[in-house]
């Protein structure tokens, strides 16, 4: 009787604690050109999120909302009304932050419920050296004069 009582009031523990409670994980590409690069702030300018090397990579708290363990900024969708497909993202504080991310798998998309719809497409475009800004891909449209890579995945390390 004690176990199992035991055992029930463990069950609802466990089910109690948020999913953001989970150790901060890396955010990587698995597609060339961008193969093995990793989320995190461009040097540059650190609101926007760009994939580049891994000795550079940020961890991430990922639930409804994608945190930066290292700088506790919350990765955001800032585009829903731009006329293109790709929408700009960019790191902010709490206030601002977007609650529409989700987990399928090992894969970053954003929920179903969400004002974009489930989405687990972004688009890559080269800044500058190892540094490509990530967009958000609702569709297949990419800005003109630019060095792009679409329908890209971003991925957790592998749960292999």
């Known amino acids: 009787m004690l176990f199992s009582l035991t055992s029930n009031l463990l069950l609802v523990l466990a089910a109690a604690v948020p ?3 989970a150790k901060p994980e890396q955010i ?6 961008i193969f093995h690069y ?5 040097p540059q300018d650190p609101t926007i999120p760009v994939m580049g ?7 991430f708290d990922i639930a409804s909302t ?8 919350y990765l955001n969708i800032i585009g829903g009304d731009e006329a ?16 529409a991310w989700a987990l399928e798998g090992d894969t970053i998309i954003t929920a179903t419920a969400s004002a974009f719809g489930r989405q687990l497409n972004f688009l890559a475009c080269q800044l500058a050296g190892e540094y490509w800004q990530v967009y958000l891909q609702t569709g297949s449209d990419t800005p003109s004069g630019r060095t792009c890579s679409n329908y890209q995945s971003l991925h957790l390390p592998c749960l292999c």
Not at 28 to 33: D, G, L, N
Not at 38 to 42: E, P
Not at 67 to 72: D, F
């Open 19 to 21: 999913a953001a409670l």
């Open 28 to 33: 990587r590409a698995v597609q060339s050109p």
């Open 38 to 42: 990793y989320l995190q702030a461009y």
């Open 53 to 59: 090397p891994e000795a550079s990579s940020e961890y």
């Open 66 to 73: 994608i945190r930066s363990a290292n700088t506790s900024q």
């Open 84 to 99: 293109t497909s790709y929408k700009t993202l960019t790191f902010a504080g709490a206030g601002d932050a977007t609650d």
